[in-house]
């Protein structure tokens, strides 16, 4: 194994955190990027989140993988090299990279050093013939793709868990053209994508009885307490998830309890009692509106796979011969 991607043990870069987050709490509706949920304990957190009966993402992803990993791989072909966009834990990946022909090396993207570091000694223990190289960087940002000692015949990117419906369309629309241009022509995407279905079921998975995903949207405010030297009462703000169906997304909100007064790293904001602060976006698709967006970002859908409840979906794209544009 090699391990040339920049790990650093403590998650992302201080700076621009800082910068983001008090671009978001001067705006209203005031919003922070969903990126920082993930330093070591918000990365256990998600974890935590994937085993509930509620959760049904990862249960399902994980269904449609196992039936179908054999022609996903085939979709892939042989030799590939396979980069990971928010490898988390990289379970499914473990799964993928059994059934993938002489894969010459796997590259994990995540903003989490914490759970790069672990996922990557599980990855590079079990599969010793594959060169693993793991980046910790943020794939909204620049990141630069590592060379790798064997070339590969193909690129292809890996971005399950529908981490995608975090962005919103025009986000999706222009993350899917940057990994079409580090895929280049001829590779591909496999990457799961969440579908619309009853409400019922959406707020569910967003709002668990155990109140795990509630603890996760939380612990945001214990790392600006932490790391952007912040006073949240983490005792005054209350977790609030709802789908908008006209934008077809989960909303995730933390809700001021009380009328109250916040510093963060130096500046002083404002709440009233029913102030939010949006934290996340989980836009769902239809198959139809998925494959426009990708059609618009320069990808062919090859392949859909879905459970037999219409859940969720895997999809193989390829990157679209520039000489084939519609
Ligand atoms: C919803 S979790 C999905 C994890 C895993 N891929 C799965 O399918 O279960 C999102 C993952 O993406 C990572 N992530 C989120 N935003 C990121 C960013 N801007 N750059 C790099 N990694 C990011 C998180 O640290 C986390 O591991």
């Given amino acids: 194994m090699t391990n040339h991607g920049a790990m650093t043990k403590h998650g992302g870069n201080r700076a621009v955190m800082r910068r983001e987050v008090l671009a978001g709490l001067r705006v209203r509706p005031r919003a922070v990027p969903p990126k920082y949920f993930y330093d070591a304990r918000g990365s256990q957190l998600f974890e935590q989140i994937t085993e509930l009966e509620e959760y049904y993402p990862t249960r399902v992803e994980l269904a449609i993988l196992d039936g179908h990993v054999d022609e996903m791989a085939a979709c892939m072909g042989p030799g590939c090299l396979l980069l990971e966009y928010g490898s988390g834990s990289s ?65 292809v990117a890996y971005f399950p868990g529908s981490t995608i419906g975090n962005f919103d369309p025009q986000q999706a629309s222009e993350f899917l053209v940057e990994v079409a241009a580090v895929c280049g022509p001829g590779g591909g995407l496999l990457i799961g ?44 703000f209350q977790h609030r998830a709802f789908y908008d169906p006209d934008k077809a997304r989960i909303e995730m909100h933390l809700v001021s309890l009380r009328d109250q007064v916040v510093e963060v790293a130096g500046e002083a904001f404002a709440f009233s009692a029913g102030d939010t602060i949006h934290t996340e976006n989980s836009y769902k698709y239809s198959r139809e509106r998925f494959a426009q967006l990708a059609s618009s970002a320069g990808f062919d859908v090859e392949r859909v796979w879905v459970d037999p409840q219409e859940l969720f979906s895997v999809q193989f794209l390829t990157v679209r011969d520039a000489a084939s544009e519609p």
């Avoid at 022909?101 to 050093?113: H, K, L, T, W």
């Avoid at 909204?140 to 064997?150: D, L, N």
């Fill in 193 to 236: 994508v969440d579908l619309e279905k009853d409400i019922t079921v959406l707020e569910r998975a967003y709002d668990d009885a155990a109140g795990v995903t509630a603890e996760f949207n939380l612990n945001l405010l214990r790392r600006f307490n932490r790391e952007l030297g912040a006073n949240f009462d983490l005792e005054a």
């Fill in 91 to 155: 379970l499914k990946t473990g799964r993928l990279l059994e059934a993938l022909s002489e894969p010459v090396a796997y590259v994990p993207i995540d903003i989490s050093g914490e759970a790069l570091e672990a996922a990557v000694a599980k990855i590079a223990a079990r599969f010793s013939a594959i060169e693993v190289i793991p980046l910790h960087a943020d794939y909204s940002a620049a990141y630069e793709i590592p060379t790798t000692f064997q070339p590969a015949r193909r690129r």
